[in-house]
Protein backbone atom coordinates (compact mmCIF):
# COMPACT_ATOMS: atom_id res chain seq x y z
CA UNK A 1 0.00 0.00 0.00
CA UNK A 2 1.34 3.54 -0.63
CA UNK A 3 1.12 5.71 1.81
CA UNK A 4 2.62 9.75 1.48
CA UNK A 5 4.20 11.25 4.81
CA UNK A 6 3.93 14.82 4.50
CA UNK A 7 6.26 17.58 7.27
CA UNK A 8 7.96 20.61 7.52
CA UNK A 9 4.97 23.07 7.68
CA UNK A 10 4.47 25.17 10.34
CA UNK A 11 3.70 29.01 11.13
CA UNK A 12 6.42 32.13 9.73
CA UNK A 13 6.33 35.49 9.72
CA UNK A 14 5.68 36.98 6.46
CA UNK A 15 8.80 36.45 4.23
CA UNK A 16 10.08 33.57 6.00
CA UNK A 17 10.89 30.60 4.25
CA UNK A 18 9.61 26.92 4.35
CA UNK A 19 10.88 23.70 3.44
CA UNK A 20 7.91 20.91 3.15
CA UNK A 21 8.89 17.56 2.35
CA UNK A 22 6.46 14.24 1.45
CA UNK A 23 8.24 10.51 1.94
CA UNK A 24 6.85 8.27 -0.54
CA UNK A 25 6.54 4.74 1.05
CA UNK A 26 5.13 1.41 -0.65
CA UNK A 27 5.42 -0.08 -3.74
CA UNK A 28 4.59 2.35 -5.97
CA UNK A 29 5.46 1.58 -9.18
CA UNK A 30 5.36 4.42 -11.88
CA UNK A 31 4.22 7.80 -11.65
CA UNK A 32 3.39 10.18 -14.11
CA UNK A 33 3.60 13.34 -12.07
CA UNK A 34 4.35 14.27 -8.12
CA UNK A 35 2.51 17.42 -7.26
CA UNK A 36 1.94 19.75 -4.17
CA UNK A 37 -1.51 21.19 -3.62
CA UNK A 38 -3.20 23.38 -0.86
CA UNK A 39 -6.36 24.11 0.64
CA UNK A 40 -6.78 27.73 2.55
CA UNK A 41 -9.84 28.22 4.73
CA UNK A 42 -13.19 28.84 2.69
CA UNK A 43 -11.12 27.93 -0.73
CA UNK A 44 -11.30 25.12 -2.83
CA UNK A 45 -8.16 23.04 -2.83
CA UNK A 46 -5.33 24.41 -5.48
CA UNK A 47 -2.51 22.84 -7.15
CA UNK A 48 0.98 24.75 -6.11
CA UNK A 49 3.49 23.11 -7.95
CA UNK A 50 4.05 19.98 -10.23
CA UNK A 51 6.91 17.80 -11.54
CA UNK A 52 6.06 15.56 -14.01
CA UNK A 53 8.15 11.99 -15.41
CA UNK A 54 10.61 14.14 -17.37
CA UNK A 55 11.09 16.95 -14.33
CA UNK A 56 9.36 19.27 -15.97
CA UNK A 57 7.72 21.37 -13.79
CA UNK A 58 4.68 24.08 -13.14
CA UNK A 59 3.70 26.41 -10.57
CA UNK A 60 0.64 28.27 -9.43
CA UNK A 61 0.92 31.89 -11.08
CA UNK A 62 1.47 33.11 -7.99
CA UNK A 63 3.82 31.22 -6.46
CA UNK A 64 6.01 31.49 -9.48
CA UNK A 65 9.79 32.16 -8.11
CA UNK A 66 9.24 31.89 -4.70
CA UNK A 67 8.36 28.29 -4.30
CA UNK A 68 10.81 25.28 -5.76
CA UNK A 69 9.08 21.68 -6.17
CA UNK A 70 11.97 19.13 -6.31
CA UNK A 71 12.43 15.17 -5.65
CA UNK A 72 15.56 12.78 -5.01
CA UNK A 73 16.90 10.83 -7.41
CA UNK A 74 15.00 7.87 -6.58
CA UNK A 75 11.62 9.66 -6.65
CA UNK A 76 11.03 8.27 -3.13
CA UNK A 77 10.87 12.06 -1.62
CA UNK A 78 9.37 14.85 -2.79
CA UNK A 79 10.14 18.67 -1.66
CA UNK A 80 8.66 22.30 -1.75
CA UNK A 81 10.82 24.79 -1.05
CA UNK A 82 8.94 27.51 0.15
CA UNK A 83 10.31 31.72 0.29
CA UNK A 84 8.98 34.67 0.82
CA UNK A 85 5.76 33.50 2.15
CA UNK A 86 2.71 35.71 2.01
CA UNK A 87 -0.19 35.23 4.26
CA UNK A 88 -2.38 34.18 1.33
CA UNK A 89 -0.18 31.48 1.43
CA UNK A 90 -1.73 29.79 4.10
CA UNK A 91 -3.28 26.43 4.33
CA UNK A 92 -2.76 22.57 4.15
CA UNK A 93 -0.30 21.72 1.89
CA UNK A 94 -0.68 18.38 0.39
CA UNK A 95 1.75 15.88 -1.71
CA UNK A 96 -0.22 14.14 -4.09
CA UNK A 97 1.35 11.24 -6.68
CA UNK A 98 -0.70 10.51 -10.08
CA UNK A 99 -0.32 7.34 -11.71
CA UNK A 100 -2.58 7.25 -14.43
CA UNK A 101 -2.70 9.82 -17.20
CA UNK A 102 -6.23 10.41 -18.09
CA UNK A 103 -6.08 13.46 -20.62
CA UNK A 104 -4.33 15.54 -22.90
CA UNK A 105 -4.77 18.93 -22.47
CA UNK A 106 -1.39 19.94 -21.78
CA UNK A 107 -2.03 20.78 -17.94
CA UNK A 108 -0.47 18.52 -15.49
CA UNK A 109 -3.69 19.73 -13.08
CA UNK A 110 -5.69 17.97 -15.59
CA UNK A 111 -4.12 15.26 -17.42
CA UNK A 112 -3.44 12.92 -14.61
CA UNK A 113 -5.62 11.72 -11.73
CA UNK A 114 -3.91 12.05 -8.28
CA UNK A 115 -4.65 8.97 -6.81
CA UNK A 116 -2.71 8.75 -3.90
CA UNK A 117 -2.44 11.79 -1.32
CA UNK A 118 -0.80 12.16 1.74
CA UNK A 119 -2.99 13.87 5.24
CA UNK A 120 -1.42 17.59 5.01
CA UNK A 121 1.13 19.59 6.59
CA UNK A 122 -0.42 23.11 7.44
CA UNK A 123 1.00 26.17 7.08
CA UNK A 124 0.36 29.22 8.97
CA UNK A 125 1.74 32.92 7.64
CA UNK A 126 1.69 35.87 9.88
CA UNK A 127 1.53 39.66 8.92
Known amino acids: QVQLVESGGGSVQAGGSLRLSCAIR????????MAWFRQSPGKEREGVAV???????TYLDSVKGRFTISRDRGHNNLYLEMATLQPEDTGMYYC?????????????????????WGQGTQVTVSS
Open 51 to 57: IESEDGT
Open 26 to 33: GPLQSSYA
Open 96 to 116: AVASRWIASTGSPWVDYEYNY
